[in-house]
Nanobody
Framework: DVQLQASGGGLVQPGGSLRLSCVGSGFTFGDYAMIWIRQAPGKELEWVSSITWRGSNAFYAESIKGRGTISRDNAKNTLYLEVNSLKSEDTGVYSC??????????????WGRGTQVTVSS
């Protein structure tokens, strides 16, 4: 079975940084593009960032552009998201998902359990 597990969330002060990880199993991780999505309390799911299968191309939502870096280590079956200069509006549950193929033009076909990020003083 395909499994995706995010970790690395927690309570962070405004202006701080964090690094989220997502470990995939049950599929050939390096063959698929991956995505980070978040959901703030009372709000809809929001796309955060995507990365192609080799990591050659990365894409960011305007809300995180310039503050976030998505990366992957295919040897470790792990996806990362580093976010700096955190704001209260970054608070939410961050989840990872996989695309059906190596490019971000594909649809998503598997989602992982998220990790809570709370930005507060």
């Amino acid at each position: 079975d395909v499994q995706l597990q995010a970790s690395g969330g927690g309570l962070v002060q405004p202006g701080g940084s964090l690094r989220l990880s997502c470990v995939g199993s049950g599929f050939t991780f390096g063959d698929y593009a991956m995505i980070w999505i978040r959901q703030a309390p009372g709000k809809e799911l929001e796309w955060v960032s995507s990365i192609t299968w080799r990591g050659s191309n990365a894409f960011y939502a305007e809300s995180i552009k310039g503050r976030g870096t998505i990366s992957r280590d295919n040897a470790k079956n792990t996806l990362y998201l580093e976010v700096n200069s955190l704001k209260s509006e970054d608070t939410g549950v961050y989840s990872c998902a996989k695309y059906k193929g190596g490019a971000v033009a594909y649809s998503l076909d598997a989602w992982g359990r998220g990790t809570q990020v709370t930005v507060s003083s």
